[in-house]
């Protein structure tokens, strides 16, 4: 296994569109975390999974913002009706919760959205 | 809400310098890491500290977390140009279970 994998790397569209990123994490990690980040700022935590389950949703993510892990591997994040604020990178992190666990998290290299 | 403050945001430095980073937050953690990042990439996991008043050592790379696990420090000892990039910390919570990151200090170290 290579570490996290995020796809696609780079997505430009039209402000109303709708997006969908995915994320692959390191395959015995049973936690995964979507952060946004934009220019400038640290991480911003959007949401996360323990397995399939989702667990916690930021109060900042608004209801156009949806995130799945059906079978607690792989992840989407799709964005509806996307807005040019929305324009940022998405980053995908894995990490395994079990004992002795300290918070570490193992990054994608992330997918920038633009907006126009 | 468990804010990190880092400091300062912004510092360029000339080849062979050493630096000194700040990570604070009023909430005692039970770990706290740092990351680097470059441009386009995802952070890149650099450290972990669990002890209060813990010292790591990573090459040229010092960390230490306060005694009381609400801070931490990073000092380089003579940059270089590959240490460029953005810094970023994190604080675990166990109770929370959630990671939150600070803002990040971007290093440029110029040859």
């Known amino acids: 296994d290579t570490g996290v994998s995020q796809n696609p790397r780079h997505k430009i569209t039209k402000r109303g569109q709708n997006v969908t990123f995915r994320c692959d994490p390191i395959s015995e990690h049973n936690r995964l975390y979507w952060y946004r980040q934009t220019l400038g700022q640290g991480p911003e935590f959007l949401t996360y999974?323990?397995?399939?389950?989702?667990?916690?949703k930021s109060r900042l993510l608004s209801d156009r913002f949806s995130a799945e892990r059906p079978k607690g591997s792989f992840s989407t994040l799709e964005i509806q009706r996307t807005e040019q604020g929305d324009s940022a990178m998405y980053l995908c992190?894995?990490?395994?919760?079990?004992?002795?666990?300290?918070?570490?998290?193992?990054f994608g290299e992330g997918s920038r959205l633009t907006v126009l | 809400t468990q804010l990190l403050e880092q400091s300062p945001q912004f510092l360029s430095i000339q080849e062979g310098e050493n630096l000194t980073v700040y990570c604070n937050s009023s909430?005692?953690?039970?770990?706290l890491q740092w990351y680097r990042q470059e441009p386009g990439e995802g952070p890149v996991l650099l450290v972990t500290?669990?002890?209060?008043?813990e010292v790591k050592k990573l090459k040229r790379l010092t960390f230490q977390f306060g005694d009381a696990r609400k801070d931490s420090s990073l000092h380089i000892t003579a940059a270089q140009t590959g240490d460029t990039g953005l810094y970023l910390c994190s604080g675990y919570s166990g109770g929370y279970q959630k990671v939150t990151f600070g803002i990040g200090t971007k290093l440029q170290v110029i040859p």
């Open positions: 992190a894995s990490s395994f919760r079990g004992h002795g666990n300290t918070g570490e998290l193992f």
């Open positions: 999974f323990q397995n399939e389950a989702q667990l916690e």
């Open positions: 909430s005692v953690f039970s770990s």
């Open positions: 500290v669990v002890t209060g008043g």
